[in-house]
Nanobody, 120 residues
Framework: QVQLVESGGGLVQAGGSLRLSCAAS????????VGWFRQAPGKEREFVGA????????YTADSVKGRFTISRDNAKNTVYLQMSSLKPEDTAVYHC?????????????WGRGTQVTVSS
């Protein structure tokens, strides 16, 4: 069974940086994609970006492009979300999710999330 565990969240001042990690286990992920999503209180869940384990192809949403970078470590089955120049509006619970194949489609596997709070 696929398990995803996020870590690295916390409280940071505006302009600061954080790196989130998503550790995946339960199967071979070479053909999987991992995505990052966030949800702020009272708002809909937002797709932040994703990466494929096979070739490292990435997608980043316009709202975070240039500030957030997604990478992966295949040996560790871990995907990272490097967040820089953080803004108060980046405050949310960040979840990672996994799916077989490309990074567009339904995401059947989810982590519990990690809280990111950006103070002004």
């Amino acid at each position: 069974q696929v398990q995803l565990v996020e870590s690295g969240g916390g409280l940071v001042q505006a302009g600061g940086s954080l790196r989130l990690s998503c550790a995946a286990s339960g199967r071979t992920f070479s053909s999987y994609s991992v995505g990052w999503f966030r949800q702020a209180p009272g708002k809909e869940r937002e797709f932040v970006g994703a990466i494929t384990f096979s070739d490292g192809d990435t997608y980043t949403a316009d709202s975070v492009k240039g500030r957030f970078t997604i990478s992966r470590d295949n040996a560790k089955n871990t995907v990272y979300l490097q967040m820089s120049s953080l803004k108060p509006e980046d405050t949310a619970v960040y979840h990672c999710a996994a799916r077989s194949g490309s990074y567009f489609g339904q995401w059947p596997y989810w982590g519990r999330g990690t809280q990111v709070t950006v103070s002004s």
